[in-house]
C-alpha cells in the first residue's frame, strides 16, 4: 500500500525558513516524478513543485522560485521541501504526491498533509 | 500560465440522480486533463486521468470525458459517499493549474 506522510510544518514569522519532509512507502520511490501541492485554508488547490526521479530536474511555480527548494533522498525514499523566506501567503496545509506522466500529468497518490502557518 | 474554469461552483443532487461537472481551459490541453475528490478533512483522491481514464478503484459510476479546451466528469447515480469537492487540473504546462472546485452536496 501506497503511504505518503509529511512532517515538519508548523507556525513560523514572516521571513523565517521551515523544512518539511515526506516518507514514503509501498512503492519504488525512485520510479516516481513528486511534488508538492498546497491549499490556503478554504482555499483550492495550487501546485508548489515538482522533482525528476532522481533528482536532476526541479520545476517551481514563480511565486516560490528563488525561495523554495525541493529535493529528494531516494536512498531513504524522502521528499524534502525547504521553504526561505517564508511570507504569509505561504500559509497553507502543504501536501506530498507522487507525479506521474503519461497523458498529461497528475497527481495519484497523497498524503494527509502538514499545516504552515506564517504569522508574527 | 493555463487558466482552468470550472463550472458550477456548486450543486445539489438527489440520490440516483446524474450530476455532470464543467471544466474548461484557456487553451488546448490536448486531454492533459485529471479530476480530484476532496472530502472535509481529508487530501484530494484521484479519480480521472487523461481526460478518460479511471483510477484504480474507483467506482465505475464516474466517468472523464472531452477534448481541447472542453472537457467533463459525471456521475452516473449520485451516491451518499459522493458529496465532496471536485477539481480538475491540466498536466499539460507548468505550471500544473486547478480549477477553484466544484462542491457537490446531497439534496
Known amino acids: 500500500e501506497v503511504q505518503l506522510v509529511e512532517s515538519g510544518g508548523g507556525l513560523v514569522q514572516p521571513g523565517r525558513s521551515l523544512k518539511l519532509s515526506c516518507a514514503a512507502s509501498g512503492f519504488t520511490f525512485s520510479d516516481y516524478y513528486m511534488a508538492w501541492v498546497r491549499q490556503a485554508p478554504t482555499k483550492g488547490l495550487e501546485w508548489v513543485a515538482s522533482i525528476s526521479y532522481d533528482g536532476g530536474s526541479t520545476y517551481y511555480r514563480d511565486s516560490v522560485k528563488g525561495r523554495f527548494t525541493i529535493s529528494r533522498d531516494n536512498a531513504k525514499s524522502s521528499l524534502y521541501l525547504q521553504m526561505d523566506s517564508l511570507r504569509s501567503e505561504d500559509t497553507a496545509t502543504y501536501y506530498c504526491t507522487t507525479d506521474r506522466g503519461g497523458s498529461g500529468w497528475y497527481f495519484d497518490f497523497w498524503g494527509p498533509g502538514t499545516m504552515v502557518t506564517v504569522s508574527s | ?107
Open chain 2, 1 to 107: 500560465d493555463i487558466q482552468m474554469t470550472q463550472s458550477p461552483a456548486s450543486l445539489s443532487a438527489s440520490l440516483g440522480e446524474t450530476v455532470t461537472i464543467q471544466c474548461r481551459a484557456s487553451e488546448d490541453i490536448y486531454s492533459g486533463l485529471a479530476w480530484y475528490q476532496q472530502k472535509p478533512g481529508k487530501s484530494p483522491q484521484l479519480l480521472i486521468y487523461g481526460a478518460s481514464s479511471l483510477q484504480d478503484g474507483v467506482p465505475s459510476r464516474f466517468s472523464g470525458s472531452g477534448s481541447g479546451t472542453q472537457y467533463s466528469l459525471k456521475i452516473s447515480s449520485m451516491q451518499t459517499e459522493d458529496e465532496g469537492v471536485y477539481f480538475c487540473q491540466q498536466g499539460l504546462k507548468y505550471p500544473y493549474t486547478f480549477g477553484a472546485g466544484t462542491k457537490l452536496e446531497l439534496k
